[in-house]
């Protein structure tokens, strides 16, 4: 049977890119081994389209804790970085939009990114890989707003008010397992402005990392289906990052989306971060998500180049065994598409318009 083309809802390859820029052509163009993304293994693959993460992480300090290995020896709860301003932040952002655009040139043709529906559309029907430029994380975006104008300009079409860490929109869950994403205060009175710049701009908002009250205020305030471009089921695995059923409720209530995130500590009944664990938890997650949403609702948002990912996934081309198993186990075709492909471009289009 011939590969399925797959859309997803986060990946952290312009990190990559703003860690190592004199590598970035070989990172780009040539087929290797070292992350999760590159334009050859995306094209084998059968990578059809993306989020691609503006994500702007935080200055090493010499005391900070060792994070990974406090991941993988639960319980924990790891304190959050400091909230970063747009002064500290917005250069930043500004070179990984860059990269991005750079990108698209560097692929001749290979990838566009797609600032409307009839972009994305487009792009299904030839076999262009689709681009969405989203933001992780706030940071870079002023309490004025202008900066959020400019950035829609160069081709932002998808934003998170936080990633975690809190912004002067704001407030992120901390990574904690177990937990559960009711940590903290809602939006600030700068986040519902944003959030009502974001509806008329008809910029996505992406709930991942949200914490519960800010995800209230948003569904409160918001003319837009609520969306989590990489989230997973609490009631699979207790994480503070992961959608309670109520979440999952309002969600699935507004014509909204879930990614299913293939982060090991998201999908582990144990909240561990490692690969060994095959499968069964990621379809445990999978059949969760479509059993509460319903099979219009849930996509791929496998956090490549972000995240310890299952072995039997390893990389972009372990997505089409991840549909296989879908196969195995009785997933119709026509579901296996929607999740695939088709749930994203209906939400995409619901958002932003026809």
């Known amino acids: 049977m011939a590969d399925m083309p797959f859309f997803d809802g986060h990946n952290d390859f312009l990190l990559r890119l703003l860690r190592a820029p004199e ?17 050859p293994r995306m094209q084998k ?21 060792d ?11 790891l304190p959050l970085p400091d909230l970063m301003s747009a002064d500290q932040t917005q250069a930043t952002a500004l070179q990984m939009a860059a990269h991005l655009m ?19 559309r487009a792009c299904m029907a030839d076999g262009t890989i689709a681009a ?19 950035f829609h300009a160069m081709g932002l079409r998808s934003l998170g008010p ?33 959030v009502k710049a974001c509806n008329e701009l008809r910029i996505m908002i992406d709930l991942s990392h949200l914490n519960e009250k800010g995800f209230n205020d948003v ?27 109520r979440q999952l409720a309002m969600i699935k209530e507004t014509g909204g989306m879930v990614g299913l995130n293939y982060a090991t500590v998201f999908l582990r009944d144990d909240g561990r971060k490692a690969t060994d664990c095959g499968w069964d938890p990621v379809m445990r997650h999978l059949d969760h998500l479509v059993e509460k949403l319903g099979e219009d609702h849930v996509g791929f948002g496998s ?20 549909i296989e198993q879908m196969r195995e186990r009785q997933y119709g075709e026509a579901l296996i598409e929607k999740i695939a492909r088709k749930n994203w471009v209906a939400l995409l289009e619901r958002t932003w318009g026809h």
């Open 23 to 39: 590598r970035r052509e070989a990172m780009w163009l040539e087929a290797g081994e070292e992350g999760h993304l590159d334009l």
């Open 303 to 322: 956090d490549f180049d972000g995240a310890e990912l299952p072995d039997v996934i390893g990389d972009v081309t372990g997505v089409q065994a991840l």
């Open 162 to 194: 936080v990633w975690s860490r809190p912004t002067v929109f704001g407030h992120g869950v901390p990574f904690r397992f177990p937990g559960d994403p009711d940590t903290g205060p809602g939006l600030t009175d700068a986040g519902k402005d944003l």
């Open 219 to 245: 569904a409160n305030l918001s003319d837009a289906p609520l969306v989590a471009t990489h989230s997973n089921a609490h009631a699979v695995t207790p994480s503070t990052r992961n959608l309670t059923g």
């Open 45 to 65: 693959a059968g990578f059809a389209g993306g989020f691609f993460a503006i994500y702007i992480p935080s200055p090493h300090t010499d005391d900070e804790p």
């Open 102 to 120: 750079w990108m698209e040139r560097a692929s001749k043709g290979a990838l566009m990114i797609c600032r409307s529906a009839a972009d994305l």
């Open 67 to 77: 994070y990974q290995a406090m991941m993988d020896a639960p319980p924990y709860d």
């Open 132 to 150: 969405i430029m989203h933001m992780e994380g706030a940071e870079a975006i002023g309490p004025d707003l202008d900066a959020l104008y400019a």
